[in-house]
């Protein structure tokens, strides 16, 4: 019994070297193959195992971040790191008012773990891993017998930085996120840029002052803060609304979703930078 490779195609073999390339239209001998590793199944089947019926390789989207000690805008010092494979980012923030540690997974099953000590603020960060797709971990103490400024804050620029870190280079990525997410009469749409230029057009009309126990003044700031150190352009718009808490939480969805499509791979990317410039770094 022979087999024979179709013209169109590159056939490949296995070998101590790992996959060589066998002439076009070679004769392969059912010995020869039965041989070999590709004993368990026909030619063909290997060779879309093998991916070789693609076009060359996009870029593994299971990789590792390695991320180092820096200083935040405040001088305030953050410790990040990657932990295991994949898009991972984590981000240790200490300073003299907080304690924070945020963790994100952009290929993750939307796994949240969030004890910031401010409830509604754990609420929308779950609202952040449920509809991004995302595991995010945040746990945080900080001076909330003040008030919840300082915690929301430092929250923020830590996940900001984790999601930098675990971003990277940023190869292969769509880059651009947009979506509109309705709550019941409220309905918000976001827009975003992973384009390194931190910048946030914010326009919520949020009609009370607190939602439970949360300054609905932070909500902006949480925006800016994540902007900051992120690097990221992100307009955010108020197209229907009178709930408070429906017009939040609907923002933390929208972002959720559009962040998402940002952060996926672009199959005809190949593995480049989305960027005439050929690179993406924060400005």
């Keep these: 019994m022979e087999l024979s490779a179709p013209s169109t195609l590159l056939s490949y073999c296995s070998?101590?070297?790992?996959?060589q390339p066998l002439k076009v239209r070679d004769r392969v001998s059912y010995r020869t193959l039965a041989a070999t590793r590709l004993k368990e199944t026909n030619l063909l089947s290997r060779l879309k195992e093998t991916n070789f019926l693609s076009t060359p390789p996009l870029m593994d989207p299971l990789r590792v971040v390695s991320c180092a000690s820096s200083v935040d805008e405040?001088?305030?010092?953050?410790?990040?790191?990657?932990?295991?494979?994949?898009?991972?980012?984590?981000?240790?923030?200490?300073?003299?008012?907080?304690?924070?540690?945020?963790?994100?997974?952009?290929?993750?099953?939307?796994?949240?773990?969030?004890?910031?000590?401010?409830?509604?603020?754990?609420?929308?960060?779950?609202q952040l891993a449920t509809h991004g797709l995302f595991d995010v971990c945040v746990k945080a103490t900080g001076d909330t017998h003040i008030d919840d400024h300082h915690t929301n804050e430092d929250v923020a620029l830590a996940l900001g930085t984790s999601l930098l870190r675990a971003v990277g280079s940023k190869e292969g990525i769509y880059r651009f996120g947009d979506f509109s997410a309705p709550l019941d009469e409220a309905l918000i749409h976001?827009?975003?840029?992973?384009?390194?230029?931190?910048?946030?057009?914010?326009?919520?009309?949020?009609?009370?002052?607190?939602?439970?126990?949360?300054?609905?003044?932070?909500?902006?700031h949480f925006f800016q803060s994540l902007v900051n150190t992120s690097g990221m352009t992100l307009h955010i718009r108020q197209l229907a609304g009178k709930n408070s808490h429906h017009i939040i939480e609907a923002t933390f969805k929208a972002f959720a979703k559009a962040?998402?499509?940002?952060?996926?791979?672009?199959?005809?990317?190949?593995?480049?930078?989305?960027?005439?410039?050929?690179?993406?770094?924060?400005?």
Aim: charged share 20%; proline share 5%.
């Design 15 to 19: 070998s101590s070297q790992g996959l």
């Design 74 to 126: 405040n001088g305030s010092p953050i410790t990040s790191s990657s932990i295991g494979t994949g898009r991972i980012g984590e981000v240790k923030r200490v300073t003299k008012e907080t304690n924070v540690m945020v963790s994100i997974n952009l290929d993750g099953s939307s796994v949240a773990q969030n004890d910031t000590g401010i409830p509604f603020l754990d609420h929308m960060l779950d």
């Design 190 to 220: 976001v827009s975003l840029d992973l384009s390194g230029r931190p910048h946030l057009s914010y326009d919520l009309h949020i009609p009370t002052e607190r939602v439970g126990t949360y300054d609905t003044q932070l909500v902006e």
């Design 259 to 283: 962040l998402r499509q940002a952060v996926e791979y672009d199959p005809r990317r190949r593995g480049t930078v989305p960027s005439s410039k050929g690179v993406l770094t924060r400005s």
